[in-house]
Nanobody, 115 residues
């Protein structure tokens, strides 16, 4: 089992910044992927960004150049730095941990960007 604890959501104006954090604990794999997904109001989950234990990253086109995903392997923590936020970034953001044949989700944190 892997437990994920997210933090850092909140309310911000357009153009503002936020940092999300997700700390993993439990049966952590040496090779894994951690990432962020989001669910905008009335829409399906969508990928935001992922990062492997080796530091390989992927981003959704909608956030490239504005969001940066990083991780601290010693702390088993992944971060999402979100800059130049837009109202369309408003969503519940979920942390996901993917190991060998297993995946775990965090409880979600609300990000609201006001216009």
């Amino acid at each position: 089992q892997v437990q994920l604890v997210e933090s850092g959501g909140g309310l911000v104006h357009t153009g503002g910044s936020l940092r999300l954090s997700c700390a993993a604990s439990g049966s952590i794999f040496s090779s894994d992927t951690m990432g962020w997904y989001r669910r905008p109001p009335g829409k399906q989950n969508e990928l935001v960004a992922t990062i492997t234990s080796r530091g390989v990253t992927t981003y959704a086109d909608s956030v490239k150049g504005r969001f940066t995903i990083t991780r601290d392997n010693d702390k088993a923590t992944v971060y999402l730095d979100m800059n130049s936020l837009k109202p369309e970034d408003t969503a519940v953001y979920y942390c996901k941990y993917t190991g060998v044949a297993v995946a775990y989700w965090g409880q979600g944190t609300q990000v609201t960007v006001s216009s």
